[in-house]
């Protein structure tokens, strides 16, 4: 079984990659660990950035060897607010002590009439750290597209699953049964793409 560190502490994720790689262990990534930054204009920057700053900080620190760390870089691109917010998803309204109300305000900040059309947007970065792997970290990615909805609905996911409804679907994936999410999401599309190359350089 390959043994990955997890680049986050997004819980929402971290279910999700349980739940999408179920043959790969992954080890969390410590609270004790630094904050990684993510300063870059693109998700790809701000994945490739997380890997490389928890690759260098767990050859020093780490307490168990793994064969990989694996990050993620991801957010909601809206088509109205010129894609955004984008790379800065985690950080938008951080006034605001919830997704709840931090959705209502995206969604009100749509101009009247304006087009809804979203999508999700996953990087994932990963780099190998044993000798089972060899090579250079590599990133790939998945979307999702889909419109947003008129209010927050449903409880189920994290972060923006309430106001998005995936093309195909009347529900948000708040409101979709996990297992849905994970047949088509940004995050599932993205993680098929790693189960491959992973495929090719696992020796
Ligand atoms: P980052 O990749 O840690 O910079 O943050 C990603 C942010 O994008 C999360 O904190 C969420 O707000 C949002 N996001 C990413 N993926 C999803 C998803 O699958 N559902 C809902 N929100 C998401």
């Known amino acids: 079984m390959l043994k990955v560190l997890l680049a986050s502490r997004n819980a929402g994720k971290l279910r999700e990659f349980s739940a999408l790689l179920p043959e790969v262990q992954f080890v969390l990534w410590p609270t004790h660990a630094p904050e990684l930054p993510e ?3 693109f998700f790809q920057d701000n994945a490739l950035q997380k890997v490389e ?4 900080w767990w050859l020093e620190h780490g307490t ?7 990050a993620d870089d991801s957010g909601l691109c809206v088509d109205a607010l010129w894609g955004g917010p984008g790379v800065l998803s985690a950080r938008f309204a951080p006034d605001l002590a919830n997704y709840t109300d931090r959705n209502r305000r995206l969604l009100a900040m749509l101009p009247e009439g304006a087009s ?3 999508r999700f947007v996953c990087i994932l970065a990963f780099a190998p750290t044993a000798g089972r792997m060899q090579g250079q970290p590599f990133t790939v990615s998945g ?3 889909g419109t947003l909805a008129l ?13 998005f409804i995936p093309d195909g679907y009347a529900q948000t994936f708040g409101e979709l049964p996990a297992g849905t999410k994970h047949s088509l ?3 599932a599309r993205a993680c098929a793409a790693l189960r491959e190359r992973l495929a090719a350089v696992i020796r």
């Open 39 to 41: 300063t870059g204009a």
């Open 64 to 70: 168990e060897p793994v064969d990989g760390v694996l």
């Open 185 to 187: 999401s940004h995050r």
């Open 53 to 56: 700053g928890a690759r260098a």
């Open 116 to 118: 809804r059309s979203a």
């Open 151 to 163: 209010d927050h609905r449903g409880d189920g996911g994290f972060g923006y699953d309430p106001i």
């Open 143 to 145: 979307t999702v597209e």
